[in-house]
């Protein structure tokens, strides 16, 4: 997988396609079947074209490209495929193909990546996006990429429960952080739209550990999956070497954290640096999961009845599903909506490339989430909650949104 | 062969939105869940999504016109071909009919249009305390047109039936755009041919079943599952003709031998003792728990006159969830064991299965290929699974005779050809040992009669 020998790519995809038998499992719960019922949009239509394309069926054009691109690659249809037919690593993978034949995976992910590839160009879209919010001027910005922040002030005040003026001090540390050097991973998209999110998580951090604050650079995800896999690694291995004092490295992006944690797949095959990748990647958690295993307590309690909308990132890519549930459940009236595991649509830059299908996917979430009857939505991804902000202003202000952190 | 001026038709009969002709959406029409190769790709010159029964009419008639060849297509979860347009023409996508027309709790019957998904009509009619039995092991994706046209099958035959024996009555489109209905709600009916049992297995190439009447029947009150494991399959056969012997019909009775229960314990983690030969799953239903009881002891102590090596009775839903999930994975498990699984569906009477099962392995041991062998027992239907990879040429010879092999034995044994899967493209060749040149004559009169342009899922059957 280190390889952009093409050959390789392509094998990469042949292996993960030939295991699809066609039962058509996966049109039962693909999010994007569910809002276009066209093959093709399923994840049994994209592999198949993608065996087409490796067995010379169809040439490896511009076509297919764009039809892999539509994909969330929110592993929905590996959950239930009964071969467990791995359609994001095949999509990723067709994708780098097609980008290397054609010389780049196209002007707007070349941009997108190379945006970001530079801290500076991240921290200069950080901040103006902040100056915007300011202004008031956040509805101007293009697929709500500036929402307008509900904070932990406004939570408090709104939704205070018996401890929230107490100012209980913080729970004791757990066992997890004793004496373990814990370092904080600001995600690009925490970073450019969800500061005081942020802010709360390094207040949360605090509370169990003395979180090093590291000028990390991208994880990579954008550049993996569309067809960067050059830059993807270029900047695993910074990442890595950035880590490499830290005992345990926490992200509050559940796309930042799933990325980290596969740094050791992606690099197995090169010598340099698969022992590195491999030891960065395995004290990799989010925020949720660090927390769990610290016996973190949140501050306070509140009376909001709160809902999880669960990054894909989070509970199928990394597995945690019951850790923020806990926590929430301490912090406030805990309910479960329905299809709370569900793609929101956001999925990366998705939800600017697909705004009307992003858009109509979304619509499900926030019905699910008006039936629940929360007043808050709360998950664990900033594109997740560009995706809840849409959902809320839509849904007329019948709930706010915010980060994990900001309600702990 | 479909011009613009005959596109222009069929746009303005179903709208232009539900059209598809760019070649990576036809090509999503091209395939099916049967080992069919992908390439080259059987697609469809235009795929037409009609809605409703006059949209349905209107597009066959245009077809028949013209000379066009229309293959049906529910959610392409078939193993025989049977939506493949091997010929071109329209990929008539029948996914959009989706409602529940009606659910008449008096006359415990449902009608629905054919896109309706099979576990969305079993929920409908759960929710009424109604039940509609037929299970194949698709029923999450698959369509009820689907159903009816392959008659399909499931691991409920053994007690309540195939699907055939639900369908009280259907609306169908014929060739040239004329619909029919056939049967009814009244129980007894002998008016004229049945021509519902005639459409029902036809495989889309009689007409294009448009609505469908099925009868439910109350649902069982309580279930519960159990997992017999035994060191020999002749045991494990015995023991499911021996509870049906004494009266204990069990809901379901599937069988796995040994390479089908290790290619589960591959995904499932399921310890195995290398000494198990087969595996039993086996559903009981009833009036009450005092029912499930009884026959669930029964169950053992037969079972354990067979020489049954272990008995898991679940005792929770999530435990019965559990053991039928092993069931339910059981095919894309084994397929996952090749490059190529050629999942074989044929049917034999009942106590033949041990010796079909031996005359397989003796295939398998002839041919030096892996065969799985899993099926449901109770009834008689198996699914043999050929281990293989058909790229290399020599070994795809071997397969293609050991598959021969197999139907010639199934027929031998005095069997079937297809329990549950239809004939489609894949079984065509072995249609006449099965039916004689007469029987096949006979199907092809009936085919005449009803399509005289052939242009309704051409190169099927025969």
Redesign the interface.
């Known amino acids: 997988m280190t390889t952009t020998n093409t050959r390789d790519l392509l094998k990469e995809v042949k292996d993960i396609v030939?295991?699809c038998?066609?039962?058509?499992?996966c049109?039962?719960v693909c999010p994007l079947f569910g809002v276009k019922?066209?093959?093709?949009a399923?994840a049994r239509?994209k592999n198949?074209?993608a065996?087409?394309v490796v067995?010379?069926?169809?040439k490896p054009d511009a076509?297919?490209l764009e039809?892999m691109n539509f994909c969330l690659l929110c592993r929905t249809c590996i959950d239930n495929?009964?071969?467990?037919v791995k359609t994001d690593e095949a999509m990723i993978a067709l994708r780098q193909y097609i980008s290397d034949r054609q010389g780049g995976p196209g002007v707007k992910y070349r941009a997108l990546g190379v945006m970001m590839k530079k801290r500076n160009l991240v921290k200069f879209s950080a901040g103006a996006l902040k100056v915007v919010r300011k202004l008031g001027l956040g509805g101007l910005v293009p697929f709500g990429m500036a929402p307008a922040p509900f904070t932990r002030e406004q939570y408090l005040s709104r939704f205070a429960g018996p401890a929230a003026l107490a100012g209980e001090p913080p729970a004791a540390r757990g066992a997890v952080v004793e004496n373990a050097k814990v370092a904080y991973f600001q995600g690009c998209g925490m970073r450019m739209m969800f500061p005081e999110a942020v802010a709360d998580t390094l207040a949360v951090l605090g509370t169990v550990s003395t979180p090093r604050q590291v000028d990390n650079v991208c994880c990579g995800l954008p550049h993996l999956a569309h067809g960067l896999r050059e830059d993807f690694l270029a900047l695993a291995k910074e990442n890595i070497s950035l880590f490499a004092a830290d005992d345990i490295v926490v992200s509050d992006c559940a796309s930042c954290a799933g990325t980290l944690k596969h740094f050791g797949a992606y690099l197995a095959d090169d010598p340099e640096w698969q022992e590195a990748a491999k030891a960065f990647s395995a004290k990799v958690m989010s925020l949720s999961e660090y927390l769990v295993k610290a016996g973190y307590k949140p501050r306070q309690r509140s009376s909001a009845k709160m809902t999880f909308h669960e990054p894909c990132h989070l509970g199928r890519g990394q597995g945690i599903k019951k850790e923020p549930r806990q926590l929430l459940g301490a912090a406030g009236d805990f309910v479960e909506m329905a299809g709370a595991d569900t793609c929101c649509g956001g999925a990366g830059s998705f939800h600017t490339d697909y705004p009307e299908i992003a858009a109509a996917i979304l619509d499900k979430k926030r019905a699910n989430i008006e039936k629940s009857g929360a007043d808050i939505v709360v998950s664990e991804c900033p594109v997740c909650l560009v995706q809840m902000n849409k959902a809320a202003l839509k849904s007329g202000g019948r709930f706010k949104v915010m980060h994990i952190s900001q309600v702990l | 062969m479909i011009n613009e001026a005959i596109r222009e038709k069929l746009r303005a009969a179903v709208g232009a939105e539900n059209v598809?002709d760019k070649?990576?959406?036809r090509?999503?029409?091209s395939?099916?869940?049967s080992f069919i190769p992908?390439?080259?790709?059987n697609n469809p010159d235009i795929v037409v999504r009609p809605s409703t029964t006059a949209e349905v009419s209107a597009v066959l008639a245009i077809a028949n016109e013209h000379g066009i060849p229309v293959t049906a297509r529910g959610?392409?979860?078939g193993r025989t071909g049977g939506s493949i347009p091997v010929r071109g023409g329209i990929s008539l996508s029948l996914?959009?009919m989706t409602k529940i027309i009606e659910l008449d709790e008096r006359n415990m019957m449902v009608t629905v249009e054919p896109g309706v998904?099979t576990i969305d009509l079993y929920n409908h009619c759960a929710a009424k305390g109604l039940f509609y039995p037929p299970d194949p092991a698709?029923w999450?994706?698959?369509t009820i047109g689907g159903n009816v046209a392959e008659n399909a099958g499931g691991m409920r035959a053994v007690k309540y039936g195939v699907t055939s024996n639900y369908v009280m009555g259907l609306e169908v489109v014929l060739a040239d755009g004329r619909v029919i209905t056939t049967g009814g709600k009244a129980i007894k009916n002998v008016t004229g041919y049945n021509m519902t049992s005639l459409f029902t297995g036809s495989e889309g190439t009689l007409g294009i079943i448009t609505k469908v009447l099925l009868r439910l029947i109350p649902m069982p009150k309580v279930r519960n599952t159990l997992q017999l494991m035994f060191p020999s399959l002749d045991d494990a056969c015995a023991t499911i003709h021996g509870m049906l012997q004494a009266g204990v019909v069990p809901a379901s009775a599937e069988l796995m031998d040994k390479m089908s229960i290790q290619a589960v314990a591959r995904?499932r983690k399921l310890d195995l003792d290398q000494a198990i030969e087969a595996c039993v799953i086996i559903e009981i239903d009833g009036e009450d728990e005092a029912a499930l009881v009884k026959q669930a002891s029964m169950i053992e102590q037969i079972a354990r006159g067979f020489g049954v090596s272990e008995v898991r009775i679940a005792a929770s839903p999530k435990e019965a969830e559990d053991i039928w999930a092993i069931r339910?994975?059981l095919?894309?498990?084994v397929?996952?064991l090749a490059?190529t699984?050629l999942g074989e569906d044929i049917s034999v009477p009942r106590d033949a299965f041990p010796e079909v099962v031996r005359r397989i392995k003796k295939i398998a041991e002839k041919y030096n290929l892996p065969i799985a062998v899993y099926g449901h027992a109770g009834d008689g239907n198996l699914h043999p699974s050929v281990l293989c990879d058909l790229d290399n040429p020599e070994e795809a010879e071997r397969v293609h005779k050991a598959v021969d092999e197999i139907f010639a034995a199934a027929l031998a044994v005095g069997g079937t050809l297809s329990g549950e899967h239809g004939i489609g493209m894949t079984k065509r060749r072995y249609i006449a040992d099965a039916l004689g040149e007469d029987g096949v004559a006979a199907l092809k009169a009936v085919k005449q009669a009803l399509d005289p342009k052939g242009i309704l899922n051409p190169d099927k059957i025969w």
């Open positions: 030939t295991q038998d066609r039962c058509g499992t049109l039962t019922d066209v093959e093709a399923s239509g198949n074209i065996r087409a067995e010379g069926g169809f076509g297919v039809a495929c009964p071969s467990k | 598809l070649d990576l959406d090509f999503g029409y395939y099916d869940s992908l390439l080259p790709a959610a392409a979860s996914d959009r998904r698709s999450k994706m698959s995904h339910r994975g095919s894309s498990a397929g996952a490059p699984r």
